[in-house]
């Protein structure tokens, strides 16, 4: 519940932490698709694991909402407790809704059930995907009416498949008691993808009444990021420059004019990560834990890895790791052309992702002929996730966009020195290393251009090699950022404050 406060409020409107605790006695439900502990296909799930734990940590009332997915390991299955059903009314459908509830770490989890949209393999990608998530936003909203007296003052959606719910609520609730007061934020984690779908769907699945069909029609589509955008009362996305580059065509996929029209609403807050699973000194994946203190003991995960993967073993053999979804996004297009200059620098590149087809072979393809320099791990793993950012020397990201990204602070955490392109929250988080100043946190190249990522890669390896102190510096810099929820949760209660 909301706190007795330790915490004060300074002349300016910002709040001040004095504690770890926050004065914000509002209760929040924050709706995703995903959300670990539960299911995880990407950064999404990891900011709502992360993000409500900081609220609750810091005694605000948050709440977690998703679909209860088959895939969800029975044993987190096993902790849920039935609350009660309702029929959700989606146009002419009534579809059984249930409700079930789980408190984990401290965290109160609500998990939507309908086994016609929910019992099936992998999360998304199905061609009703349309109709399974308009189904999500507006179980959300009938569900309040089964969460024991939680009545949520603000609702946080995030992504397109929670974006009607801004919509629904204007549309179909507003006279009832109940939701009159409740306020909407909206969180694009990645503009890219917008639920776009033909328009027929705005009457036939959505049900919106004439007059609000404007709120989702774009271009002759039904655009569920569109809704989202135009009637939460506050939009933001995931770092400050994703804010403003999402206002020009090249990275706003369509939604920048809609953007730039209710840019008064829209604000970039940065991601965190989750320090405590996140920390080589505890992450139980590691072949050895290690801290900045005892950093010369990274180097034993890197020929435990190099051992296990069949590589050449040896310590000065320059590692360098990727993780993440294999498409144009993180920027394969920019690696491929350059990767075998990469591999012929002497380097070690482990990559770990799926995605793609055609860059999956083109990894398996370089990889038959490099075999002692890249591996290509096609797969979804946090075991070997953890063991690339425990062994690497460096970490490769060189995305064409990236609205945050969460890989490249967990990099730093560990040691594993970010090569990046200036976009998005790569920009934000990664500090380009200056030797006559001793401050940087990483490498970094701006250009959407091959040979820019080469010439980061060469500038890396080289320090690498040849300049062992200002490597240590680097990493000392680097695994000393702050990346904790714990300040940005105090950014997003500023924005709830304001609505
Ligand atoms: P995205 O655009 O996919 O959200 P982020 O960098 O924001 O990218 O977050 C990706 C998260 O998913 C990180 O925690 C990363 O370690 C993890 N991840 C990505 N791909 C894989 C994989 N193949 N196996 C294990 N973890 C992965």
Redesign the pocket.
Known sequence: MPTQSKTKKTSGSKTEVKSTKIDFGKKILFAASEAVPFI???????VAGALPKAYVDAGVDCRVILPLYMDIKQELKDKLQYLGNLYVNLSWRFQYCGLFKAEIDGVIYYLIDNEYYFKRSGLYGYFDDGERFAFFSKAILDCIKLMEGFVPDIIHANDWQSALVPVFLDVFYRNDDLYKNIKTVFTI??IEFQGRYSGFISGDVLGLPDWAREYVEMSGDVNYMKGGIERANKVTTVSQTYSHEILNSYFGYGMNEILVNRQFKLTGII?G?DVKS?DPKTDGFAYVNYDLASFDKKVENKLAFQKDLGLPVDANIPMIGM???LTH??GLDLLSPIITRILDMGVQLVV???GDYKYEEMLRGVQNRYPNNLRA?V????E??SKI?CATDMFL?PSKF???????M?AMRYGSLPIVRETG?LKDTVIPYDYTTGKGTGFTFYSYNAYDLLNAVERAVGMYRDYKEDWQKIVDNAMTQDFSWKNIALRYIDLYKEL
């Open positions: 995880k296909t990407g950064g999404l799930a990891d984690h990645n991601n990560i996140n993780v993440g979804r996004q993180k770990l992702g799926t791990l797969t979804f793993s946090a070997l996730a950012y990201m990236e609205p945050c990204g969460l890989s490249q967990i929250g």
